[in-house]
């Protein structure tokens, strides 16, 4: 196992912080930094994990404050916008429907009318309760 230098392993410990899978971590080491880490030695580098109950205090530190600051800030992550995800999923129906993948296609239209609609989750007040109810719309001439 060869050393690190420090911003490889701040790297590392940032993204184990911000929840990414060691195999994701080791992928992104290779595209950003042209290193092959194993997974396992990546998971060393992970506080939570028996591999790394023996980190150094300062990567422990880092890893704490990252990941306390990654779960305060879920704005900073584009599929936590609206219009992030819409993107996204236009981008997707474009490809499936180049490749002729219609059934894919309009499953992904459908997401994004589900998006658009705000299918997942609407307030609805019954009565006074706060509590937030799924409500699924099989149809625009349904009548409620």
Do not use: H
């Amino acid at each position: 196992m060869a050393a690190l230098k420090d911003d490889v392993k701040a790297f590392i410990v940032q993204a184990l912080a911000c929840f990414d899978k060691p195999s994701q971590v080791a992928a992104s080491v290779k595209d950003q930094f042209k290193l092959d880490v194993t997974r396992q030695q990546v998971e060393c580098y992970d506080p939570t994990k028996y591999a790394g109950r023996g980190l150094n205090k300062k990567w422990r530190t880092l890893f704490e404050d990252t990941r306390e600051q990654f779960r305060k800030d879920s704005a900073a992550i584009g599929i936590a916008n609206r219009s992030a995800r819409l993107r996204l999923l236009d981008r997707m129906a474009e490809k499936a429907e180049a490749k002729g993948n219609m059934a894919l296609a309009m499953q992904i239209l459908e997401q994004a009318a589900k998006e658009m609609g705000d299918m997942y989750i609407r307030p609805k007040n019954d009565g006074g309760s706060n509590e937030r109810v799924i409500r699924v719309i099989n149809s625009p001439d349904e009548d409620d």
